[in-house]
């Protein structure tokens, strides 16, 4: 699922160019997205992330709002671009998932389940489970946001909020009802550049402990954002190029391996359904 670094770089690499730019059109190739109306002929005014969501602000006071979930990812691709034709004997509202080509010869992309046009180019939005949701709304009608992890987590604040909490420390880093943004990838990490087993009950660390998954979270974030995100199974940027964040992990999906710190086993559990990925003699 792409985290908030992935989100962020689309967020970055969306705000170069789309600001200022005419929706001309667009095509739903999914009726599992629900209508989309009110966009055609309004501009894009800016571009942000809340939490995992990447917002799209649209004149005349609209917000369009994109969660990717478990596998959804955008695609540009630059100049003008022909209608796209569907796979021959599906059904209007199917995703796009055969070997069709656009009308220039070129291939469309596997998954496609929607299409947004612009004068400078067309953003695609693939996704292969089709999770992804994408929703319009008046502008003031927006969640708050909460605790925004790349913001600058204050460790006075995160342990207010853990205070009565029973729940383990690393379903603590991913309830998106009290921090936006972590998910599974990056709460492994955080933890294990703390030094803290995942399965504490978060209202037991102490102030200092705190202090470090507050300073370890904004680095690890940091750094994933500059590489691009983590590319461990299907993740592409804007452009359709690899993340290299995976190339830093310690722990995530290592199980079994030496650990880099301390030479011992690398071991994984399941937590909530998900799996848990630490060291225990680096995390007592």
């Known amino acids: 699922m792409p985290e908030l670094p992935e989100v962020e770089t689309l967020c970055r690499q969306l705000k170069a160019f789309l600001p200022g730019e005419e929706i001309l059109r667009i095509d739903i190739l999914d009726a599992r997205l629900g209508k989309i109306e009110g966009l055609v002929g309004r501009r894009v005014e800016a571009v942000k992330r809340r939490g995992k969501f990447l917002q799209i602000c649209i004149s005349g006071g609209l917000t369009a709002e994109l969660h990717l979930r478990m596998s959804g990812r955008l695609f540009w691709r630059k100049g003008d671009v022909p209608v796209l034709s569907r796979v021959r004997g599906s059904k209007k509202g199917e995703p796009l998932n055969g070997s069709g080509r656009i009308g220039s010869g070129l291939p469309f992309f596997a998954h496609s389940r929607l299409v947004i046009f612009f004068p400078s180019g067309t953003l695609i939005l693939i996704d292969p489970r089709r999770f992804a949701t994408f929703t319009v709304q008046p502008a003031e009608s927006t969640p708050a946001l909460v605790e925004d992890a790349l913001g600058g987590l204050s460790a006075r604040r995160l342990r207010e909020i853990a205070r009565t909490r029973r729940l383990p420390v690393k379903s603590f880093l991913m309830d998106q009802r ?77 199980q079994g391996e030496i650990c880099r710190r301390c030479g011992g086993r690398i071991e994984r559990i399941t937590q909530g359904g998900r799996g848990t990925w630490f060291c225990p003699f680096c995390q007592p």
């Not at 590319?231 to 359709?240: M, P």
């Open 178 to 254: 009290l921090i936006a943004g972590i998910g599974n990838i990056y709460a492994c990490e955080i933890l294990f550049a703390a030094g803290i087993d995942p399965r504490r009950p978060s209202s037991g660390l102490s102030p200092a402990e705190w202090r470090k998954v507050a300073k370890m979270a904004v680095a690890i974030l940091e750094r994933a954002v500059a590489c691009r995100g983590t590319t461990v199974s299907d993740w592409r940027d804007l452009f359709g190029c690899s993340g290299t964040n995976q190339d830093h992990l310690a722990v995530y999906s290592r």
